[in-house]
């Protein structure tokens, strides 16, 4: 790669500078498509789901999107036969919640929680919840965007009160236990 | 015909060809009579593509018809998991065919054209290495005359079928008739380390630059060519003088640099197609969580609940199979295979640090194995041919076992 002048100085031929011109390419090219992976443009639950694994099961493309005043069941898109389930299923449960859930959702962590973008502002909410079984001593705290909005102890239909929920922004409702195991059946909130 | 028969005799590459096309055809016919037999036993009318096409193959099916697709609502496990080459190589096929013919038969036949090439660049590197082993010895020892007359007849005896026949009916050599990716794959790899060892080094990167288009793991070809070229410029071991001569080596002749820099380019350039497709460069990596999510610590605690039988039994065989396949590359470090065993070592370990799921499929995928076994059986002459004689005898007994199980849908072959 090296050739001479006619002066005798040494000097690279126009292949070698090529050769590392195309490296220095390449090169900037995997940091630009890294660089992109550190910044991905995705929705909120594909980030929810595949990157953070803060969704437990996937909701689809806009599948966060809750139309206020729907009641949505706690368990799986499939009952024991393999058949679909015909009424809203809730896909937005987060982490704290066991994988088999034909009866409801049962907590398997201190922390369990639900997402929900609402399609509609409302300034006094309400969250109802059903639950079908409850083991344990220590009440369930019921917390909806960080403010507590009350608890339960034992199996039953509960309506909690919440502040203002904001329409397409997240809503996080936190269920947290203190060694109690409960089944979730369904999920509504205003 | 005579023109043929001549040519035969003449054009050594051509009878090679000729000897694996027919040890092909004789493999692809037992899998026939196996079906026939399979239907007959299950009382069943499926077809052969059906029956050679279950699990992923059925995805790339999907794929070559309809490119990558967005997950439905209903299952996460989106296809952009598995990388474009030979979903590519399918679809320019189907293009040539104008679309006439059945997206599986053009896979098996794209699969069973890359193992004919496969197995063609296999032999070839065997001949090569083993030439290039006899020129070294002749270098350092040429007073030994006999000994380097026993070599140069080795070579010339060993015609590199047993190689082929392991290839094409070997232990899970079936992946390589169906629509999996594994066979493609295998034909990049065996162009990779061919044109490597010919110092074909900017061609070795282009092969691994395919592989990696192919499949993550041909990424990790890069640091077989970075031993490839090392082991080229340096006859000694590590060491800090012979470190630097590789490196001088390289800027004199940037070419080089190239040639590792191009081996990770077919996978990046998926990445950044992804980017535009769905938003995620990582979307091959994070979708992962759709087929699995349970968590062990890497390699190390995912052999140990897999051996010890805390996950599944099938968990279980594919953990103590593993452990086999380590102790085979360490033979490949030991018969100085360096840059292959480090390839099947690295990929295999990569697989590891998640589950032992499909490590079966990825260690035959990863091509190395076969030339470590093929080392390991032409070693066993003289009384230990008995026993290479029983190796393969069980393993054309486990191939007909594990072609039945694959008939048959088994999980295990996931």
Not at chain 2, 221 to 246: G, H, K
Request: proline share 3%.
């Amino acid at each position: 790669m090296k050739e001479t002048n006619k002066a005798g100085c040494i000097y690279r031929n126009r292949r070698w500078w090529c050769y590392l011109l195309l490296s220095i390419i390449l090169a900037a090219f995997y940091l630009s498509v890294l660089w992109l992976g550190k910044h991905p443009n995705v929705g909120m639950e594909y980030k929810m789901y595949y990157i953070t694994h803060e969704l437990s099961d996937w909701p689809g493309y806009g599948g966060l999107s809750y139309a206020n005043g729907t009641k949505q069941l706690c368990i799986g898109l499939k009952n024991r036969k393999g058949e679909f389930i015909t009424e809203p299923v809730c896909r937005t449960k987060g982490t704290g919640w066991s994988k088999e859930q034909y009866e409801g959702s049962v907590n398997n962590k201190d922390t369990a929680y639900i997402y929900y973008v609402p399609k509609q502002q409302n300034s006094q909410s309400a969250y109802h919840i059903e639950v079908t079984d409850f083991q344990g001593n220590e009440p369930v705290e019921v917390y909806v965007n960080d403010t507590k909005v009350g608890n339960f102890t034992t199996a039953g239909s509960y309506d909690f009160q919440t502040e203002s929920i904001t329409a397409d922004e997240l809503t996080v409702v936190k269920f947290v236990t203190k060694g109690s195991v409960f089944t979730l059946y369904s999920a509504q909130l205003d | 015909m005579n023109y043929i028969a001549k040519k035969y005799k003449e054009n050594e590459n051509f009878a090679l060809f000729l000897k694996i096309v027919f040890i092909l055809l004789v493999s692809r016919a037992v899998m026939l009579v196996l079906m026939i037999i399979y239907n007959a036993y299950m009382g069943t009318d499926r077809s052969v593509s059906f029956l050679m096409n279950q699990w992923d193959a059925k995805r790339y099916y999907y794929m070559i018809n309809h490119g990558y697709t967005f997950p439905p609502d209903t299952d996460p496990q989106a296809n952009w998991a598995f990388f474009p080459m030979y979903v590519i190589l399918c679809q320019i096929v189907k293009l040539l065919t104008f679309g006439g013919i059945d997206s599986y038969w053009i896979g098996m036949f794209v699969s069973n054209s890359c193992i004919v090439i496969a197995a063609f660049t296999a032999v070839k590197y065997m001949r090569c290495i083993k030439a290039r082993s006899i020129k070294i010895t002749y270098m350092q020892a040429d007073n030994d005359n006999s000994r380097l007359e026993r070599l140069t007849q080795a070579v010339r005896s060993d015609n590199g079928i047993l190689l082929v026949v392991l290839m094409m009916a070997g232990p899970y050599s079936f992946y390589f008739g169906s629509v999996y990716t594994e066979a493609t794959f295998v034909m990049f790899i065996a162009l990779f380390f061919y044109m490597a060892a010919k110092k074909k080094y900017l061609l070795a990167g282009i092969m691994a630059s395919f592989a990696s288009a192919t499949r993550i793991v041909g990424c990790l070809l890069v640091f077989s060519l970075i031993i490839e070229m090392y082991m080229d410029c340096n006859e000694q071991p590590v060491r800090l003088t012979s470190i630097r001569n590789f490196f001088v080596s390289a800027w004199k002749e940037p070419k080089k640099i190239v040639a590792i820099m191009i081996c990770p380019f077919g996978a990046f350039a998926h990445m950044l197609y992804l980017y535009f497709f769905c938003g995620d460069p990582w979307a091959f990596k994070n979708v992962q969580i759709a087929w699995r999510d349970d968590e062990y610590f890497p390699i190390v605690g995912v052999l140990w609940k897999a051996c010890t039988g805390q996950i599944e039994p099938r968990y279980t065989y594919m953990g103590w199979f593993c452990v086999g396949i380590l102790i085979l590359y360490g033979y490949m470090y030991y018969r100085r295979y360096v840059s292959l065993a480090t390839f099947g070592l690295l990929s295999l370990l990569v697989a590891l640090t998640s589950h032992v799921m499909s490590t079966c499929r990825f260690t035959v995928g990863s091509y190395v194995a076969f030339i470590g076994l093929y080392d390991a059986l032409t070693n066993l002459t003289g009384k230990w041919r008995y026993l290479k004689i029983a190796i393969l005898l069980f393993f054309a007994a486990a191939e007909v076992w594990i072609l039945f199980m694959w008939y048959n849908s088994d999980s295990w072959l996931m």
